[in-house]
């Protein structure tokens, strides 16, 4: 595969440290995701930080492995650049890429993208059965993204985005900027309950102005924590 100029292949040290330290590295780069010999590149614009049990220095309440390793989340405890790949609402598979020190869970949820290559299989992944919607609205949000992608939960959880292996006919590549994107936006994640969908988690990172950014909402009792949290 060539690489664009300005983009490398990202190494297992890039993915190393605490998920809140490397989710900003990894907007502007390109997720490439072949499956069934389908090849569509993704432009990353927007992604959010989940830490694990033990993982940092806060305790992270909105993360899949804030109570420990289990079954579903798994694919976070193991070595960083592996994709965590989860069922949301029991409908849409979302992409997360695992990034953390040696021994410890987390992971950058993969918010929104731009997609760069492959735009009619993604539209034809999203739009089935109906009218295509506007260009801006095709990878905005971790639903929509990992349609666009055609990755699957659960047979594609844990496939090795720094290697490039194949798993259940998939394979994906991280490539990294060469220079990170220097205008970062910041702010609570989207749609996360409690306290930690507040100011308390300033953990979603987008690049401002883009329009495939997605609009922001207040999760389940969040809006409540965070009035409560000035009271205090």
Do not use: K
């Not at 930080?49 to 993360?63: E, K, L, M, Q």
Request: aromatic fraction near 4%; include cysteine; charged fraction near 20%.
């Amino acid at each position: 595969m060539t690489v664009p100029d300005g983009l490398r292949p990202a190494a297992r040290d890039d993915l190393s440290a605490l998920p809140v330290e490397v989710a900003p590295t990894l907007l502007g780069a390109h997720l490439v995701v072949e499956v069934g010999g389908d090849r569509v590149v993704a432009r990353l614009t927007e992604v959010e930080a989940y830490h694990g049990a033990g993982t940092g220095d806060v305790p992270d309440p909105g993360s899949h492995a804030r109570s420990g390793r289990s079954p579903r989340n798994a694919t976070m405890w193991g070595e960083p650049g592996h994709l965590y790949v989860y069922l949301s609402h029991g409908i849409h598979s979302c992409v997360n890429v695992v990034c953390a020190p040696a021994g410890v869970a987390g992971g950058v949820l993969l918010r929104a993208a731009e997609i760069v290559e492959g735009t009619e299989i993604a539209t034809r992944r999203r739009f089935a059965a109906r009218e295509p919607g506007p260009v801006r609205d095709l990878a905005r949000g971790p639903g929509r993204l990992g349609q666009c992608l055609g990755l699957r939960h659960a047979e594609h959880d844990g496939v090795d985005a720094v290697t490039g292996a194949e798993q259940s006919g998939a394979v994906a590549l991280l490539l990294l900027r060469e220079q990170p994107v220097t205008s970062v936006a910041t702010g609570p994640r989207v749609g996360v309950a409690g306290v930690a969908g507040t100011d308390a988690y300033p953990w979603r990172f987008w690049i401002p102005g883009d329009p495939t950014v997605s609009a922001f909402r207040w999760g389940r009792g969040a809006q409540g924590a965070r009035a409560a949290a000035v009271l205090d």
